[in-house]
């Protein structure tokens, strides 16, 4: 480990942020920081919680954790996702919310049922927009927000969250009648219990005492109001993030949770992560460039000592057919010259819809 992640895994005096650029290791600090709590610390496993964004991430960790420890007992320790630790919390606490033993979890298609029956009865009005409306909710949930707070943030010529507030408290009860939960309440409902209940949030702050939270820059605001009521004054918390690498926004991520760390923890201590692992210097020299543009949190810039590497190409081409033929056509040209095979080569997009053009 580099000096810089020998510091973030030993740091336990005040919260810490782990400022991560791409490429920097710090899911090896992450799973480092946990075996060193156990192992150095003396902490019991059980009272450690690491939460992540999916499973496949949370999966990773433990088998690394796993690795570290090599043989130390590791039973109880909490590697997971947000929906999964807010599931936990709901399943020992649902009788606080006034619901019942074994209640379900809703999808998406079952919650547009829901919704389509609700707006013709409750409002006799056309649902030819429900995914919408929906989504709306769903919105308002990840901020953290009850169907009587919303007025507040609604824009009065938008038709959407017209609808959506005048139908959200019929929702909400009539998942509560089925005794369901969709899938935002799993981080909203232990938000609003620990709120509205000392006693369980004292008991899950008894039972949690050192938090761990990857990929910060894309937690929501009820995401945020859970770490920090479960972490309380003590500030035993490790969060790890960059906001250059935020891409949730469109389902409710806030980047600027990283710089409103500071002013909920004012012991908050930060560490950057600065040193790349992934690629050589002209990348990152170019990529260094082109993100100077974004707002920052803390500025960074990403150093390797991978070498230099070859110069960077820029293709201009007149339309996606253009710039598929150009792509291809330079494949074919390096397999011929240099003797590769197709499985050599790799072409990234940014979304599924520019496959096609390519496929063809």
Avoid at 114 to 143: Q, Y
Wanted: charged share 25%.
């Amino acid at each position: 480990m580099n000096p810089q992640q020998r510091e973030a895994v030993r740091h336990v005096s005040s919260p810490l942020l782990v400022l991560a650029g791409a490429g920097s290791g710090k899911t090896g600090v992450i799973t480092s920081k946990i075996a060193w709590l156990i192992r150095e610390r003396g902490m019991q496993p059980r009272k450690i919680t690491a939460v992540t964004f999916t499973n496949k991430a949370a999966r990773e960790m433990r088998s690394r954790v796993k690795g570290l420890l090599s043989g130390v007992n590791s039973r109880g320790l909490t590697i997971s996702t947000f929906h999964t630790l807010g599931l936990n919390i709901l399943r020992k606490e649902y009788a606080a919310l006034d619901y019942k033993a074994g209640f379900s979890i809703i999808d998406q298609s079952d919650a547009l049922v829901i919704l389509r029956e609700l707006m013709r009865s409750e409002l006799t009005a056309d649902n030819k927009f429900p995914e919408h409306v929906l989504g709306r909710i769903s919105s308002w949930k990840n901020a953290f927000l009850l169907p009587h707070e919303v007025s507040s943030v609604m824009a009065e010529d938008d038709p959407v969250s017209q609808v959506a507030a005048r139908v959200y408290p019929a929702y909400e009860r009539q998942l509560h009648a089925c005794n369901a939960l969709d899938l935002d309440d799993l981080i909203s409902k232990p938000g609003l219990l620990m709120k509205n209940n000392p006693e369980i949030l004292h008991s899950w702050r008894q039972q949690i005492n050192y938090l761990l939270v990857d990929e910060y820059q894309d937690t929501n605001t009820a995401q945020y109001e859970l770490v920090k009521m479960l972490v309380g004054a003590r500030g035993n918390l490790t969060v790890v993030g960059d906001d250059d690498q935020s891409i949730y926004a469109w389902r409710g991520a806030v980047a600027e949770n990283l710089s409103q760390l500071s002013d909920d923890f004012h012991d908050l201590q930060v560490i950057k992560l600065e040193q790349n692992y992934r690629s050589m210097g002209r990348i990152l020299k170019a990529a260094n460039r082109v993100i100077d543009n974004n707002p920052h949190t803390i500025k960074k810039a990403l150093w390797s000592e991978l070498g230099y590497g070859e110069p960077i190409q820029i293709l201009e081409a007149k339309n996606e057919q253009h710039e598929a033929e150009k792509v291809v056509a330079s494949i074919m040209q390096q397999r011929f010259q240099k003797g590769l095979k197709y499985g050599d080569y790799a072409i990234l997009y940014r979304g599924n819809h520019q496959s096609r053009v390519f496929e063809k």
